[in-house]
């Protein structure tokens, strides 16, 4: 799940300085989990565009708005998405840009949200960082918990020498990770594990823009999207 927050509105209102007309796309997944980009967010959005004297010529709420087929379906059924000046989207990046490039290229397609992070969700509204994608996982080798995501300085072999009472030094409201990782270990008879020397990172499997080219599945007859 990615995390999102609200801009600042005077950001969002500079960056549709001019445009008289816009268009809202929400996203029913993730921004709707983080109350930034649900039905109600798009509703505030809406009357706080109008009272700056922008009119909004309506909405869309796909399921998921980084998805490319559930945009290309909502401008092929809504023609008033091509007459907005600008389109602005509460969702996260990927679904700025999936919008982006939807849209006409003369159109303006503008971000309301920050992005922050991909998420595991404890329950509703209680999200932490669980991964940071970084392309070559090791969460076998320690208990589940991301080195690379939890330890502030990324350390692949062990605690660095700031541990404090199991408490990390860049952050001390957190406990130390490999502390967490000892501890699981330690309960799971796994503690061999950390005796492993682990290499050091390989950051080329994790050179951007990535993209995964898999063979589309075959869909149900009469199935149309």
């Not at 960056?15 to 997944?29: A, E, M, Q, R």
Request: with cysteine.
């Amino acid at each position: 799940m990615i995390i999102t927050e609200k801009k600042d509105i005077q950001e969002i209102l500079g960056s549709l300085d001019g445009k008289k007309t816009v268009y809202l796309f929400g996203c029913n997944s993730c921004a709707e989990q983080c109350s930034t980009g649900g039905k109600k967010e798009l509703e505030e959005m809406a009357r706080v565009l109008e009272e700056n004297g922008i009119r909004v010529l309506g909405s869309s709420l796909p399921e998921e708005t980084c998805y490319r087929q559930l945009v290309l379906k909502a401008y092929r059924e809504n023609e008033t998405l091509r007459e907005a000046e600008a389109v602005l989207v509460l969702a996260c990046g990927a679904g700025v840009r999936t919008v982006a490039d939807v849209a006409e290229e003369t159109q303006p397609v503008l971000p309301a949200l920050d992005s922050n992070y991909l998420a595991t969700v404890e329950r509703v509204g209680r999200f932490f960082e669980g991964c940071s994608l970084c392309g070559e996982c090791v969460l076998a080798a320690t208990g589940g918990i991301c080195p690379h995501t939890e330890c502030p300085k990324g350390l692949l072999n062990g605690p660095c020498g700031g541990v404090a009472d199991g408490m990390c030094e860049v952050n001390m409201e957190c406990e130390c990770a490999w502390v967490r990782i000892y501890r699981r270990l330690e309960r799971q008879g796994r503690l061999d594990l950390l005796r492993k020397t682990a290499p050091p990172k390989d950051h080329s499997v994790g050179i951007r823009p990535r993209k995964t080219l898999l063979r589309e599945p075959a869909r149900p007859a009469g199935r149309k999207i």
